[in-house]
DNA sequence: GTTGAAAGGCCCTCTGC
DNA sequence: GCAGAGGGCCTTTCAAC
């Protein structure tokens, strides 16, 4: 076949097919998961069993991974939202990072590429949880050095959204 | 009263009283929003009535923000996440920034304090529409620099979660 | 894919306790 | 706060097209 040939192709193409109309569900329900067949239905102009289907496909495919409340963080006593940088020596951090997943503060770790090494998503109840979770990591072996971004104001929190051209990049 | 003798007591109380039957709650809804108010009464020892009442109490008062479906990156297209820190000289950027909200790439848009002063989080198909994003921060006035972090793997990424005890940090 | 219909489940409310 | 019962909406499936 031309598959390889092609320099135009990516080197992973997804295995699940998505087409504009499952793009178009996606974002409706990434938005509000509470809305109804009959509703989404009527924005892609299907029926309800038919949105029921693609739905459960979507689901079974893993393309939608759940379906969660979202909570505002100071509501329910955590006001202090920062990121964490960590800069390791090597990469035997990897173990002790991932037992902070089990504190509830914790909202996301990821390993980056760059100046830095782990970047952790953490919201608080204040600046004392903050310095005993930085307290915690210093004593991780082979930390460098933490940098922490305090973040002052949120302007805009939500989850991935599929783009809804395949050549645009936007709306 | 001896509330402003007290040095414990916070600045800013939570003007919503949440009980740890709500924050037991929250947690099961912020993990998995489908449960049947039976399932979640049972967690709580409570009838299902009890618990409809109190989750219509957390949704009036703006705990409960909304119900979304989580989506897999990389399933959608968008296997690309990277944290990108604009720093700027004055404030001028806001407006120019916030705008950056219409597009589907950009989940999250924080000021932050520290050496930089927007925080974005951005999912995308790949590295040329991030080339694409940065051209277009460069293009605003006043940034001074912009420093990006392309992230390799994500071990945990999730919403909010309340604590579970008053003087507890964990589980 | 569609329409129509039917069964079942759960939400939600209301009533008393 | 509990218990129980009822109405109604919606999901979900099945038929036939």
Redesign the pocket.
Known sequence: MAKEMNPVKRDRPPPVSIDD?DRKLLRLLAEDATR???EL?EAV??????V???V?RLKRDGVITGTVATLDGKKIGCPLLAFIHVDTDGWGLTDSVLELGGLADVEEIHSAAGDTCVILKVRMRGTQDLEALLARIYRFEGVRSIRSHVVLNTYLERGPKPEIEIGGSAE
Chains 1, 2 share one sequence.
């Open positions: 109309v109804k067949y009959a239905g102009h299907l029926t309800a069993p038919a029921h289907e693609r459960k």
